[in-house]
């Protein structure tokens, strides 16, 4: 069982910059396949960026370049570091853990990108 919290989303401008956090509480973290997904208002969810046990790391088009996902086993944490955010990143932000056939998920972090 992994317990999952997010923070770090707030009200950013255009070109703007933004640390999301995901604390995990349970054991054998370093083992979870660990995420960040969005879903926007009337939209489906959709995977941003993702880096495995092992330290592999896959982005979506539509932030490569913009954004890096990085984890610390020894704090149980996985960061994503947004840069020059657009409006249409906004959206609510999930950090998901994933082995085998487990997916655990977080309550999510509002990010909105307005001036």
């Known amino acids: 069982q992994v317990q999952l919290v997010e923070s770090g989303g707030d009200l950013v401008q255009p070109g703007g910059s933004l640390r999301l956090s995901c604390a995990a509480a349970?054991?054998?973290?370093?083992?979870?396949?660990m995420g960040w997904y969005r879903q926007a208002p009337g939209k489906q969810r959709e995977l941003v960026a993702r880096?495995?046990?092992?330290?592999?790391?896959f982005y979506a088009d539509s932030v490569k370049g913009r954004f890096s996902i990085s984890r610390a086993d020894d704090l149980n944490v996985v960061y994503l570091q947004m840069n020059s955010l657009k409006p249409e990143d906004t959206a609510v932000y999930y950090c998901?853990?994933?082995?085998?056939?487990?997916?655990?998920w977080g309550q999510g972090t509002q990010v909105t990108v307005s001036s």
């Open positions: 998901n853990a994933n082995r085998w056939a487990l997916d655990y």
């Open positions: 880096i495995s046990s092992t330290g592999d790391i």
């Open positions: 349970g054991s054998m973290f370093s083992l979870y396949h």
